[in-house]
Each structure stands twice: as C-alpha cells, then as structure tokens.
C-alpha cells in the first residue's frame, strides 16, 4: 500500500510542474520573442548635434520673445512719457526738480526725478508708480489707465512743490546765526584773543576824602625751599657716586680682562708686556 501512495504522490507532483510550466512558458517565450525580434522596440541612441539644434533654436525663439516684450513696454512708457510732459510743463520755470527720463534696459523706467518712477507690471499691461522714501518702496498708483496714472503723477508733483514752498519759507524766516569759522588743516583760522576785563569806574563823591586804591604790584616768586634745595644737592651727590662706582667697575673689568687673557695675547703678539 505504502509504494502505491509513494507512485501516486509522485506522478501528481510531476503532473503540477507540467501545468505551472505550461501556464508560464508561453508568455515568457512571446515576451522574449517580441523584445528581440520588433526592430521597432530596440533603443535609439541620443543625437546631441540635433539637441544643440534643438537648443538654440529655442533660445533664439525666447529671446525673441523677449525682446518683442521689452518693445511693447517701452512703447507703452513712451505714450505715457507724452501725456505726462503736459503735467511736468506746468511746474515753475527755473525749477529743476522734474525730469522725465526713459532708461531702455532690461527693466524700462520712466523716470520723473530722483525718487519717483513708473514702470511695468509683469503683465506688461499694467502701470506701477513707485516712490522711494525713507522706510522702503511705496507703491503710490497701479492702473492699466493711462488717465488714471496722469492723475496719481500730478498728485505727487503738487506736494512736491508745496513742500519745497514750505521749506524755502521757514529757511528764509530763520535768523542767521553766527557763522562759523572756517578749519584749516593744522588749527582755526583765527585764534580768539582774551578780552579785556572791564572794571567799573568809581569816583568819590564831591567833598568827600577817599583814598585812592594802591596798584598791586605783581607778585614776586617765591623763594624755594630748604628741603628742596637739599633734595636737589642730594640728587647731585647720588648721580656723582654713581657716576664714580660705574668707572670704578670699568676699571676692574678692564684690569681683570688683561691680567686673564689681554696679557698674554700682548705678549705673544706684540712684545713684553708694560706691566
């Protein structure tokens, strides 16, 4: 019984891997089959000379944009640069505060002077009026209208005007003060001189028997004194031991130095010595 489980267990195991490889094979025949027989499915090398092309041409092609971008800018700055001049005529003559200026850059801005200017949005459609102060940009009017940026720009050059009316008053109301005198390099130009004091007169009166105040005389200096003098004698002394005690100490050095090798040298080089 235990050889015919054995024989049946076997052709079952057989009979499962026949199935399994028939269920698999097939597929794994066409998929190698399609991969190297369609000439349509083998890969294509890369052609950098056509990718250069490619490349430029769409640089050329941005570029180009680009450009046809900035010409409708400055286009359009240009159509405002004309209905502004109206607005910046009518300012005082002789006043040098308003200039229109039109930069072709990158960027173009149409200047009205230092601080103030007018430019693009991204859009390319609509105007942006910018100041610069103090605390940064500030954007004072934003409008695809033409009139309405004129409005803004005429807005901004009356208060300019008024604050320069205002400012030219409260310097000519200002009292001058004393001017100052001019630094040289090395000094003031002028050195101030000690005045005088003045002392009041003070006559006596009629009848009257005052006497007249004596004039001081300058004082005389001070005589120095003992402890001074001998301060200084001391000092003298001091110096002169010195002085003394430091030859003395030449001396012996210069005594011992021959007797140890100055002796001999003498001898041997030049004579007996002196002594």
């Known amino acids: 019984m235990a050889p015919i489980c054995a024989e049946y267990s076997r052709r079952l195991g057989q009979l499962a891997v026949r199935r399994i490889r028939a269920t698999f094979a097939p597929k794994e ?9 369609n000439p349509q499915n083998a890969p294509v090398q890369p052609d950098l000379v056509a990718s250069i092309r490619q490349a430029r041409v769409e640089n050329a092609e941005r570029a180009d944009a680009i450009a046809e971008v900035r010409e409708l800018e400055i286009v359009r700055l240009k159509a405002l640069e004309s209905a502004l001049e109206p607005v910046v005529d009518q300012a005082p003559q002789g006043l040098d505060l ?25 859009d390319k459609r609509t105007y942006r009026f910018f100041q610069d102060t103090r605390n940064g940009r500030v954007l ?3 409008s695809q209208s ?19 009316e205002r400012a030219v008053t409260v310097d000519s109301r200002m009292p001058e003060g004393p001017r ?13 001189m000690a005045r005088p004091r003045t002392r009041a007169l003070h006559f006596p ?9 004596a004039v001081e005389q300058p004082k005389a200096p001070r005589r120095r004194g003992i402890a001074r003098r001998l301060g200084d004698a001391l000092s003298l002394f001091l110096m002169l031991l010195g002085s003394i ?4 100490l030449l001396g012996v050095g210069v005594y011992w130095a021959w007797i140890a090798r100055l002796r001999d040298l003498w001898a041997h080089w030049i004579g007996p010595p002196p002594f």
């Open 29 to 37: 025949r066409a998929k190698n089959e399609s991969m190297d027989d």
């Open 98 to 122: 308003f200039d229109l200026a039109l930069t072709q850059s990158e960027h173009p801005r149409l200047f009205l002077d230092m601080i103030a200017f007018v430019d693009m949005a991204h």
């Open 140 to 142: 004072m009017a934003e």
């Open 146 to 164: 033409v009139d309405t940026i004129v409005a803004a720009v005429a807005d901004y050059v009356a208060r300019r005007l008024v604050e320069r």
């Open 180 to 192: 100052a005198q001019p630094a040289e390099a090395y000094g003031p130009a002028t050195w101030p």
């Open 205 to 213: 009166a009629a009848g009257a028997t005052e006497p007249v105040p």
């Open 245 to 248: 005690t430091f030859a003395l």
